[in-house]
């Protein structure tokens, strides 16, 4: 479980990068999210990897961190889970129109949170 943590935040590192460095890439990220189906599919996939970071979270460094992160996902699946479509979509907009600036900081708070879960896991 802890090398999935790792693997994770290995992989949240290189898109917080890619966020980074090209925002397009952020919008066409947020644009390919812009359907029920995959907004459930994002859901199921958000409540499996909180439990993968419950589960590892007493094997790593930091347990308070991957718990909060574990809880927080879970949160997140639900809530993609059982709020209605529309309102989801209008979330994804609001991000969709920020500026390049916020979408730097977003992909350098990514990077970030990655190598903080490396080091953690």
Known sequence: MV??????GI???????????KQKVLRNYILF???EKRLKAGGILA?????IFLMAAPQCRIVWLIVVLGIWSIIKG????????????????WWNNKPASVI????????ALGALLIYSA
């Open 104 to 111: 730097r900081y977003f992909g350098i708070a990514a990077i």
């Open 33 to 35: 999210w812009k359907n």
């Open 78 to 93: 639900i809530l993609l889970l059982v709020l209605s479509p529309k309102k989801m979509f209008d979330y994804l907009g």
């Open 47 to 51: 409540l499996l990897f909180g439990a």
């Open 11 to 21: 992989a949240i590192v290189f898109i917080g990068i890619i966020f980074s460095v």
């Open 3 to 8: 090398l999935l943590v790792r693997l994770l």
